[in-house]
């Protein structure tokens, strides 16, 4: 079966990922607060090494409680910052705490996340390869950015905007591409 390049193919949480979440629509506000947070700490990184991590981050991270990282103390920060399971990054983990309240005021003022995300989509699937920005990254990037997220420039989201189903970017030789 061919895959997309960028699948390492040794790497079985790789193929998984491939094959059955990116691209594929997820606007489930827990999911899409997942993604955000996990494509924020692929800043500098590859998605391979945060996929690979996933799981320790969800441990790490309460099951992405949102509640609970709202609430984060700085013991709680010490104490991501020595599990060596995760990314131990404290600009990214702080930005995680911060974005993560941003979040929930974005919730609150739209209903959900997916509504404030369908103000930049127009409930519309982007088909493109080969990119790594376009419009729409760059307009939902400064909008969050304005809002005084963290680690969400225009690359990040692009990625993040793929990971949930928004772009769809599977290669014309890759059999996803004729799935979608």
């Known amino acids: 079966m061919i895959r997309c390049k960028w699948c390492n193919l040794k790497n079985p949480k ?3 990922y491939h094959d059955t979440e990116w691209c594929k629509p997820h606007f489930d506000d827990k ?4 993604m955000l947070i996990l494509e924020s700490f692929q800043a500098g990184l590859s998605w391979e090494c945060v996929l690979n991590k996933r799981e320790n981050f969800r441990e790490a991270f309460d099951n992405f409680d949102i509640d609970k990282i709202c609430c984060y103390s700085d013991i709680k920060v010490e104490e ?3 599990n060596e399971k995760i990314i131990r990054n404290k600009l990214k983990i702080n930005a995680t705490i911060n974005n993560s309240k941003i979040f929930k005021k974005i919730q609150n ?3 959900s996340f997916y509504n404030y995300l369908r103000m930049f989509t127009n409930d519309k699937i982007i088909y493109e390869i080969d990119k ?3 419009e729409l990254s760059d307009n ?4 969050l950015q304005k809002r005084g997220m963290k680690f969400v420039g225009s690359t990040i ?3 993040y905007l793929q990971a949930i189903g928004v772009i769809f970017s599977h290669e014309k030789e890759c059999f996803m591409y004729k799935n979608n």
């Open 157 to 159: 989201i692009y990625s």
């Open 31 to 34: 999911y899409l607060y997942e």
């Open 80 to 82: 991501l910052l020595k």
């Open 14 to 16: 790789y193929i998984k």
């Open 140 to 143: 939902l990037s400064k909008d």
């Open 132 to 134: 790594t920005t376009n």
């Open 109 to 111: 003022e739209f209903g």
